[in-house]
């Protein structure tokens, strides 16, 4: 149950971001005019993109997942509090409170790693076997 439950969490966390990641290429200039219009340079939006892009697949795999994870984690609450702090309108306060609870699901994966089902794990095995044999020579 452990391994399914973490590989679905991160395919869960993960996904979103890398859907957002493939949509701002889709719609490159319309988002960089928006973040523009909140005060946010236009030209990051390609960091924003690999971000989103590349810590999702991280993620989602399982590879480097503590470290995506804090990054995901960091740009979730950054971008809330920039882009959907407007408590006046009910749709960017459920933005707020998601990007916060996608910030506290990713803070777990940062704490207590991928799973056994992951790239991160699969290295640390092999790590370990080599290390074995090393010491058995």
């Given at each position: 149950?452990?391994?399914?439950a973490t590989l679905?969490g991160r395919i869960l966390l993960?996904?979103?971001?890398?859907?957002?990641?493939?949509?701002?290429?889709?719609?490159?200039?319309?988002?960089?005019?928006?973040?523009?219009?909140?005060?946010?340079?236009?030209?990051?939006?390609?960091?924003?993109?690999?971000?989103?892009?590349?810590?999702?697949?991280?993620?989602?795999?399982?590879?480097?997942?503590?470290?995506?994870?804090?990054?995901?984690?960091?740009?979730?609450?950054?971008?809330?509090?920039?882009?959907?702090?407007?408590?006046?309108?009910?749709?960017?306060?459920?933005?707020?409170?998601?990007?916060?609870?996608?910030?506290?699901?990713?803070?777990?994966?940062?704490?207590?790693?991928?799973?056994?089902?992951?790239?991160?794990?699969?290295?640390?095995?092999?790590?370990?076997?080599?290390?074995?044999?090393?010491?058995?020579?």
């Amino acid at each position: 149950m452990e391994k399914a439950a973490t590989l679905t969490g991160r395919i869960l966390l993960g996904h979103i971001f890398l859907l957002a990641g493939i949509s701002k290429i889709g719609g490159y200039e319309a988002t960089a005019g928006w973040m523009e219009a909140m005060g946010v340079p236009g030209g990051l939006l390609p960091l924003v993109i690999a971000l989103e892009i590349g810590g999702g697949l991280a993620l989602i795999l399982g590879f480097q997942a503590r470290l995506a994870a804090l990054g995901l984690a960091a740009f979730s609450i950054v971008s809330a509090v920039i882009f959907h702090a407007d408590f006046s309108d009910q749709m960017q306060s459920i933005l707020f409170m998601k990007n916060f609870a996608m910030a506290g699901g990713l803070l777990y994966v940062a704490a207590f790693g991928a799973g056994a089902w992951s790239v991160d794990a699969k290295i640390k095995r092999s790590r370990s076997d080599i290390s074995a044999r090393a010491t058995a020579v």
